[in-house]
């Protein structure tokens, strides 16, 4: 019958799309953003698909693994130097930085990624490798930009996975709006609700950080022209990528205009909502439950931050001895000696875990957006202490909404410690709001790992996306903002007055010259 | 263990989301609209919530069911008028008609809305019972504005279910960027690729319609004061929509900006890919199966016409007998004499199974957004004959893809018609564009079905979805573009420079004169 008919062809198309397996092609970034990244790429080998993850053979965190085949290239710096750059980036955050050295220290990573950039390109055997293998898609951290030169020399579409990026390029390169008047720009530490002058900031950053663009990737041009043959610029380039999964949501960020390719997966690495039993934490739960009513605070300035200069971590030391809760500090660096009875002292604590427990009371945390995302997903109320990057932005997102408290971790005593720490565990407003927000971020219709994994499998099998790219892509400045159309109206306009004008004039003229005349 | 509680916690908000129920109001609008409502409302019912309908006393479709309650009020026309407006619409559409014409019929079906808000709000014994019935949201569909009215009046947060709003209103209401520079109005039969002369007439047609919006819907700000006693536009009451469900989706709409509460569910009511089996059609199935290797073409105009004129339909028949394929033509009105062989006229047609059937070669239809959905879904190349409404622009987005050819039902030929569906048969490009399309649109991480129901369940449970509202919503006219920063920005440097000016002119002549003096 016909109802067979479709039920056949519906199961073949079911049949086609589930059980269709490909090749990707990953280059990720080594540190906190591969972390996000593996969970996608394992959810994708658990498909079926074969990939291949091109990386530095210097790096912290993406070793070999069965997962996937692991292709390293030759940089120029050793692993100590990593090591080292990390950690002096943390400990940089604990001392007052003057503007130009920051710069020049954002420089020194920027020529990091380029060495790297031009050593992937010339190493002639991995790129015939690559050439050789027929890859579908890529997936790609576009922190790094070069996955995008190797995509367009391979022909391959692309998938991006981010937080943001340097100057917001990816607002640009996408052909979003972004109206200066409510959408914030990154390190303006301005909300969606401004005063004139925060306004009047954020349009001033919109037109730096065009200018900052342009300078930031232009490195990376004569890279560009030697090995695509061509001339493009980075930002140029990244418009070409047919699906952008941003690891945000608007439960934590400000809602804004998106395009059709922009995919979000706020907390999509977190496991708090998905009833997967972790292993047993004797030690920790042995502690917890001796933390009896006042309950536990979580304390940790993330991975990147091992030690904390002395005088600094005696300061912290004495705000936490203020609180009767149980503070866990997970800190690898020198115990300091006015360590109260209360501060439990860790190298490595079950951070997701312990803040899913409900003897938590409050979480610090650096703010980076892993954590951050750590704190909503379980309802813990935050004290906020940015270090870098992102995370004054991440910071007074969850300020803004009520959820937390942010501190300034250079100016910041042990009274402020204190007196944040006790007002977020206290004031019951916080814990309600971090609990809306919870509920919000949890209630959709698709876990965010799902939904990565969907479009990444997407762009592989119809090879790209382009029927989500505008039409804008093919407009020039002019034409995108029809100024072209507007001159012309406005000409027309004109003309037209003109010519009333002179008709009127003319009118006139001719009736009072007869007049004159029969006078 | 911590991973027991993980799991207790995850367990127990997953049963809160889950088993929740709720109380739903729903305003629907008669005729093919309510056809797509219906099973969102079904599913919703499913899922355990109690829904109340309230719809005109007189209406063609709207029926009491076990689904839900049925509460009416009463209106000032009777189901006879009804049914001759709609017989009127379908067939007007054969015969030339002046713009005026056009209009004054608008401005009557507005009225009709119009007059049956009145009855509804004034329907006293209608109001209390909703004020009694504690509602967790309202589903509405906003070309009956007064479904928002009601929502204001009994505060609830509504979602609205629509494919477009008379000029469109929607994107203004959600403050939603459109450039007209690449983003097609109705009725401009524009694609997202313009020339200039398209771009101008793109612009004036944005600059037309927000006038259009202000006289089509001032009508109703007498009743709003009366009702709501402030003052308010329709255009006003839409911004505070929750969550706005829109029927399509970028395999047929051109790639645009989107805003956060903005969520597309095209082609929601459609069960090609739910391997849904369907009552057996013996009686088609024959004449299918008779049809050979040539196959069938489906034929339907929809369900508003029901007559042609006798002079078109017989052109009509002549241009079917032209191609070996079997017709099966959905037609009520009286048979054309000249019916070739090929053609089979019925009352009624099962329009999806036929078009699922691997025999179906064209599908020829008037280009309503569900007959395309139908199409695209079941990889069907089309014929579209458009008659009013959204149906021109439908019908442009099929035919810029590819996908079909388009046809002036009041110009064309028995020749148009036969090259036309010969083209779409034979050429093999249409067939590949609307198969991709087809690809494209089944390849979905979530149906639009349960994605509706998803968001609709949000915001009767979070009571809104007030994280979704941008904060451009509090912005005038002149901060959202920031225009007054601008301004001060020209003003300072204009200050700036004119000081530079005239100190320059001061030290010039200075020097000068102090020359003058030295010579």
């Known amino acids: ?27 990720p970034i080594d540190g906190s953003h591969w972390l996000s990244t593996l969970p996608v790429v394992e959810k994708l080998r658990d ?79 991995l790129i015939q490798y690559l050439e050789g293998s027929k890859f579908d898609a890529i997936f790609m951290d576009p922190f790094f930009p070069c996955g995008q030169i190797l995509a367009e020399h391979l022909s391959l579409p692309s998938v991006y996975f ?21 959408v914030p720009r990154f390190f303006t530490r301005s909300t969606d609700r401004m005063s004139f002058g925060q306004r009047l900031g954020n349009l001033l950053a919109t037109l730096g950080s065009s200018l900052a663009c342009s300078v930031l990737y232009s490195p990376y041009d004569p890279l560009i022209r030697e090995f695509l043959q061509r001339e493009a610029t980075v930002p140029e380039l990244f418009s070409h990528a047919a ?50 009513e006042h309950g536990i605070v979580v304390f940790s300035l993330g991975s990147m931050v091992s030690e904390i200069p002395m005088k600094k971590a005696m300061e912290i030391a004495e705000g936490l001895g203020t609180v009767p809760q149980t503070v866990f500090w997970r800190y690898t660096g020198k115990a300091p000696p006015n360590l109260p ?58 300020e803004s909404r009520g959820a937390g408290l942010t501190l300034n971790i250079l100016e910041m005593t042990s009274a402020d410690i204190s007196n944040a720490l006790k007002a977020v565990i206290n004031d019951k407003t916080y814990k309600e709001n971090i609990q809306r927000l919870s509920d919000l971020h949890l209630d959709r219709p698709i876990h965010p790992l799902d939904l990565a994994v969907h479009w ?7 090879k790209g996306a382009p029927h989500l790219r505008p039409a804008a892509h093919d407009l020039n400045w002019v034409q995108y903002h029809s100024l072209d159309v507007i001159a012309f109206l406005a ?8 010519i009333s004008f002179k008709c009127c004039l003319c009118c006139c003229r001719r009736c009072c010259g007869k007049k004159g005349e029969a006078v």
Not at 4 to 20: E, G, I, P
Not at 251 to 259: G, I, K
Not at 491 to 498: D, E, G, M, N, R
Request: net charge positive; proline share 7%; charged share 20%.
């Open 243 to 292: 699906v952008w999964l941003m690891k945000y949501d608007f439960v934590f960020e400000y809602p804004r205009p998106l395009m059709p390719n922009m995919v979000l997966v706020g907390g999509i690495v977190l496991s708090c909502s998905l009833l997967v039993p972790l292993p047993f934490q004797r030690e920790f739960e042995a502690m917890v439950n001796a933390s009896g």
């Open 456 to 462: 990444v499998e997407f762009v592989m099998r119809h």
């Open 47 to 125: 498909k079926g698909h074969e990939i291949v993850v091109v990386a530095p053979e210097i790096n912290l965190r993406i070793h070999s693994s069965p997962v996937y085949t692991l292709k390293t290239y030759p940089v120029s710096y050793t692993k100590e130097f990593v090591e080292a750059e990390f950690k002096e980036m943390g400990q940089r955050s604990f001392t007052p930085q003057p503007f130009l050295k920051k710069l020049s220290k954002i420089a020194s990573f920027t020529s990091m990624f380029l060495d790297s950039c031009k050593r992937l390109l010339s190493d002639k055997e």
């Open 341 to 398: 009875k209360n501060v439990k002292l860790v190298k490595w604590l079950p951070q997701n875990d312990l803040l899913a427990h409900p003897k938590t009371r409050a979480f610090i945390t650096h703010g980076g957006s892993h954590g951050v995302y750590e704190g909503i997903c379980n309802a813990v109320p935050m004290v906020l202490m940015p270090l870098f990057g992102d995370q004054m932005d991440n910071a007074k997102r969850v």
């Open 162 to 182: 981010l937080r943001g990026l340097p100057c917001s390029v990816e607002f640009q390169a996408t052909m979003c709006p972004s109206p200066p008047s409510y």
């Open 491 to 498: 000409a027309v306009t004109l003309l037209f007055l003109f």
């Open 1 to 27: 019958g016909l109802g067979l008919w479709t039920s056949v062809s519906a199961l073949v198309n079911t049949w086609r799309v589930f059980m269709w397996c490909g090749k990707l092609l990953v280059i």
